[in-house]
């Protein structure tokens, strides 16, 4: 189905600008281009499903947002902003969790996963922003928000996460562009700017570890503001923080999940213990964010509520489950697990922080009797049509640019 | 009772006293006018009856010059079919009806004579009132007045005239003549008269006393009363018939009667299900009623408003089919602190249940697959 | 794994300073009071008979449309919504008693909209009335998420919609006139004035009639305390109000956010941070590499 190219295998020195520390002992991976033919049939799946939001989006703007949402006065905020922008974001932390713990925890041998991360970093904020853009009443004002300092409210935790996310998009570009520049190598244009790029990727990367520490914890602050109208259970000073190891949490569990399924849909070699040793970082993750969880319940007197015997408390348990089963799974040193148990765990890993970001701010989110609401069919298919196309572009992308770094399966 | 002086000339009180009318009856008279203008007329604007029969006893009969067209004469009966027998005299006394095909004595060329002594004696100073739509199609054949088309009759007779008064809908916008396809094309006076004031007054047949304040307001002031844009004097028809309506209690509780003869029509309940056109007809019809009986109008018998004043309502649209409320307001029903909005679309619960289901199910199955692969490690 | 150990541990002391930043009571924010020139409305749901004079004054100088949804013959919105800045809702006690109330904005003295808006376009401005400025809305609706009222509506049904809600009538303020809502009202049930006169009378209303009413003047410290008043005789949870607590809204979080972000020293540090790291790492390792070889 699928024709690799025969990965070459060079010296660490000549190949990269940040070389990682630790040695490995497997030969370095190249970068190639997957190849293969792009029009696959999941491929036009992808693409009609993407077509399909399209036109819903087409229908949303001419009719606006009463006529094709199911959001009210009650609860202004729903699918696209609690799963496309607050979830897809977190799940698209991928590029910022590797980055971390390859350019700041040393951890070199995990470099080949970088690329790919940063690439569905740079497709999950995109659609994150795109879905801003759908969700606003009023997005011809959007031009505003990064040219009018001096009407900024700096207040406004929502300021902070829109430019936040601006400029990380920004920054996510840049850090793909070595890959997109690398496939034109030998033209003028490219031979130009990627010594540009190598030399000022310190500050570009930094740059990229710095913006999502800030704007993923202000996702959880974001929701502070609704104060005595947001469920104990889920309100806290420390939602910040937990937002923040929230999303490293998902970010290795994408990296897996997505390192994994390329690895089946391209015919590539999985490194299976790499992808678990991700994945046991992730459930760590998962752990600190449970203790931090039921300290900060504790303390603040709010334990009780998980034990009511309501759809909070249900809720609650539900996510507890999705978060302690990988930890209990992942970290406790009875076997090696396969990929396809890894793959399980992160997936529930995933799971659980999406389901955390979801609770926080749709079913926490508590307006008063009389208000309800669940995603219409028309917010659904864009919400799905928007992942389709994100999917579509990755594959296209992954198959086109020197991404993937990886042996073919046997 | 006694009048202070006894005037030798020929002002209302003095020809009422000489013909011996009621002062009884007067003093109701003015009091009825008051009714129908509480505010807006000169001749009204005082605090008891006696005062605005002060007022009229001091001005001088204006001179009425009467005209019939397409009409039916259902106008001249409202102002004369009274239910009190002295009134018709009163009303004698206080216009002089100087020339009225209907009551007037005189016929064929005494008429002739009469209408013409009437133009030259208040010549300049008489008011015409109009009666009955002027059809205007083929040179006005389709209307001959002693030999001539009535829309040279028209325009001769208000050339010298101070003031016409188009009484009802006929004269004001062709009325029932006008309706359809209009075969003789009728038309109501002031479309054809153009260098006169014209006060339309519409109406199948409008309130009589309407027609009455409007002359003796223009007789004691020598002014027109304050018109809106359809020419209508605003202190009649400044208001819906809904405004004003005594069953709008009904209307705001939402009690309807649904057909005629059921318990809720029994009850006097608001008619507008029936078809009322009272939200969309200006008129005065609700505090004013006929023939100096309470109630005896449309709605008070249990008819719904068929918007006679109404020009685009009244024999155009069906009785019984029922109009937009034009300035919504609140019922009498209150919302609750914590009202219920709307709910949970069953449909996109299905769809996101069944996509849940297929990632899940999805999940399982890739990772099962992996499971295989795997082993072989 | 004697690394991943090290990475965990240093992840929990990360995680261990940023709470005690976090939580440092030092930096909480100072409570606001109400401005000087401050205007507001008294609203005594024990004088009000429920005759909605109000919601039609209101509609007509807002040139606001009826709510026609629920019938099409009577102007009945369910509550404030994109054609209703001012509704009179029947409430009704857990003993059975019924009270009349009126909703519309708060203008609040510390108003979590304005908090959260990204540009300002609720602001409170002059009289301390908190308004709305289109030009600078790009329709969020994160004050929506904020209003602990469920005040701000959003003009669902249009393309280019607009947020609604009672701006004290700020137009015929500047002309000298009162609110249309307490000019019509037959009864003075809501009254309009300055902010103190109006909390003096309402604290006087309680003293003079202590059987009639609820000791308590709603608005007085209830969140951060509010420029719209109320007084009433069955418990203010009834008439909607659920909330007791005097913490304005906004607090908590901008207690974080600023402890956080104050002066953007936190964000610049740990950017030299990371970029110091990173250096450091590169050195590291072409040193490394250098030996090797």
């Not at chain 2, 829309?151 to 309706?179: F, H, N, P, Q």
Request: glycine letters at 8%; a positive charge; aromatic letters at 10%.
């Amino acid at each position: 189905m699928t024709q690799a190219k025969t990965p070459r295998v060079v010296p660490s020195a000549a190949r990269d600008p940040l070389p990682a520390g630790d040695a490995s002992p497997s030969p370095r991976l190249s970068m190639t281009p997957v190849g293969g033919p792009v029009l696959t049939r999941s491929f036009l799946v992808l693409v009609a499903l993407a077509a399909l939001a399209g036109l819903t989006i087409v229908w949303r703007f001419a009719a606006g947002l009463g006529a094709t949402t199911a959001l009210n006065d009650g609860y202004p905020w729903g699918l696209w902003i609690a799963f496309d922008v607050v979830t897809g974001t977190a799940l698209a932390c991928g590029g910022y969790a590797m980055a971390l713990l390859v350019y700041i925890f040393n951890k070199g041998k995990y470099h080949p996963l970088i690329r790919p991360a940063i690439l569905t970093s740079a497709l999950g904020y995109s659609i994150a922003g795109f879905s801003v853009v759908i969700d606003i009443g009023r997005p011809w004002m959007a031009w505003k928000l990064p040219l009018f300092i001096n009407h900024w409210n700096l207040n406004s935790a929502l300021l902070e996460v829109a430019l936040c996310i601006m400029a990380y998009c920004v920054v996510l570009y840049l850090e793909l562009m070595p890959a997109i520049l690398e496939k034109y190598k030998g033209h003028r244009i490219a031979d130009a700017l990627l010594p540009v790029f190598d030399k000022a990727l310190i500050f570009i990367v930094a740059l990229g570890m710095l913006l999502p520490t800030m704007h993923q914890s202000s996702l959880g602050s974001l929701m502070m503001l609704t104060g005595p109208r947001m469920h104990p259970l889920w309100f806290s000073p420390l939602l910040p923080l937990l937002f923040l190891i929230g999303c490293v949490m998902m970010g290795f569990a994408i990296v897996v999940f997505e390192a994994t399924f390329s690895s089946k849909a391209f015919g590539h070699k999985p490194d299976t213990p790499m992808l678990r040793q991700l994945a046991k970082v992730s459930a760590w993750c998962s752990l600190l964010f449970v203790v931090i969880r039921f300290l900060d319940l504790s303390v603040r007197g709010n334990l009780a509520y998980a034990f009511g015997a309501d759809k909070y408390a249900f809720m609650f348990w539900v996510e507890f489950f999705c978060f302690i089963a990988p930890v209990i799974i992942l970290l406790t040193k009875t076997k090696h697990y396969s990929l396809g148990n890894i793959f399980r765990q992160a997936i529930l890993l995933a799971v659980g922080g999406a389901l955390y970001r979801f609770d926080a701010y749709l079913l926490a989110f508590q307006p008063g009797p009389g208000w309800y609401y669940f995603p219409s069919v028309p917010e659904i298919v864009v919400t799905v049509g928007l992942v389709a196309a994100e999917i579509a572009v990755y594959v296209f992308v992954v198959k086109k640019f020197p991404i993937v770094a990886a042996e073919p399966a046997h | 009772m006694s009048a202070s002086r006894i005037p030798a000339d020929d002002s209302i009180a003095a020809r009422l006293e000489r013909a011996g009318v009621s002062r009884r009856h007067f003093i109701t008279f003015c009091g009825k006018l008051m009714v129908v203008a509480p505010v807006g007329l000169a001749i009204t604007n005082h605090l008891s009856p006696e005062l605005v029969a002060a007022e009229i006893g001091k001005a001088k009969r204006p001179s009425v010059i009467w005209l019939q067209m397409q009409d039916c004469t259902g106008c001249t009966e409202t102002l004369l079919r009274t239910s009190q027998p002295d009134l018709a005299d009163l009303i004698l006394n206080v216009i002089s009806l100087d020339y009225h095909e209907t009551v007037m004595a005189a016929s064929g060329h005494d008429a002739e004579l009469a209408l013409q002594d009437a133009m030259k004696q208040n010549d300049g100073k008489y008011v015409v009132v109009v009666e009955g739509a002027i059809p205007t199609k083929d040179e006005g054949k389709y209307l001959y007045l002693a030999g001539r088309p009535g829309i040279d009759v028209l325009k001769e007779v208000t050339g010298r005239a101070a003031a016409v008064i188009s009484m009802g809908s006929c004269a004001s916008w062709g009325g029932v003549a006008s309706t359809g396809e209009n075969p003789t094309g009728s038309t109501g006076v002031i479309s054809l008269i153009k260098n006169k004031p014209v006060v339309n007054l519409p109406g199948c047949p409008p309130n009589p006393y309407v027609l009455l304040a409007t002359v003796l307001e223009y007789a004691r002031t020598g002014k027109i009363p304050a018109l809106d844009e359809q020419n209508r004097p605003k202190f009649a028809y400044d208001r819906l018939i809904h405004d004003h309506c005594p069953r709008r209690p009904h209307f705001d509780a939402g009690r309807f009667a649904t057909q005629f003869g059921d318990d809720n029509h029994r009850a006097g309940y608001c008619l507008y299900k029936l078809g009322c056109k009272g939200p969309v007809t200006h008129a005065a019809c609700s505090t004013r009623h006929f023939n100096e009986v309470v109630d005896a109008w449309p709605i008070g018998i249990g008819h719904p408003c068929v918007g006679c004043t109404e020009q685009g309502v009244v024999f155009t649209t069906p009785i019984h089919e029922t109009v937009n409320i034009q300035r919504a307001l609140p019922p009498d029903a209150y919302p609750p602190v914590w009202a219920e909005h709307k709910g949970i679309s069953p449909i996109a619960t299905g769809v996101a249940g069944i996509i849940g289901g297929a990632l899940v199910g999805g999940g399982i199955i890739a990772s099962r697959k992996l499971n295989d692969d795997v082993e072989k490690e | 794994m004697a690394t991943d150990r090290r990475t965990l541990l240093k992840g929990f002391a990360a995680a261990a300073a940023s709470m005690t930043v976090v939580s440092t009571p030092a930096l909480a924010r100072a409570r606001k009071t109400a401005p000087a020139d401050a205007v507001g409305l008294l609203y005594d749901a024990t004088k009000c008979v429920g005759c909605k004079a109000c919601v039609v004054a209101c509609k007509e100088n807002a040139s606001l449309p009826a709510d026609t949804r629920a019938s099409k013959l009577y102007d009945a919105p369910e509550g404030l919504n994109e054609t209703t800045k001012n509704v009179i809702q029947l409430a009704k006690s857990s003993e059975g008693q019924t009270s009349y109330v009126k909703k519309q904005c708060m203008h609040c003295v510390d108003p979590a909209c304005v908090g959260a808006c990204m540009l300002g376009a609720l602001h409170k401005g002059k009289y301390g009335i908190v308004s709305w400025d289109a030009s600078l809305c790009v329709g969020c609706r994160y004050c929506q998420m904020a209003c602990a009222f469920n005040v701000p509506k959003f003009e669902w049904s249009k393309v280019a919609p607009k947020l609604v809600k009672c701006e004290l009538c700020k137009d015929r303020l500047a002309e000298g006139k009162q609110p249309a809502c307490t000019e019509v009202c037959p009864r003075k049930a809501v009254i309009f004035g300055q902010y103190d006169a109006l909390l003096d009378e309402a604290h006087s209303r309680l003293k003079a009639a202590p059987n009639t009413y609820v000791q308590k003047v709603y608005g007085e410290k209830e969140l951060g305390g509010t420029q719209v008043l109320y007084l009433s005789s069955i418990p203010f949870e009834d008439l909607g109000f659920r909330f007791n607590t005097d913490q304005p809204v906004p607090e908590v979080q901008q207690t974080v956010q600023h402890g956080i972000y104050k002066g953007f020293v936190g964000p610049i540090a740990l950017y030299a941070l990371l970029g110091a790291v990173m250096f450091r790492n590169r050195k590291k390792s072409t040193e490394g590499e250098h030996d090797a070889s």
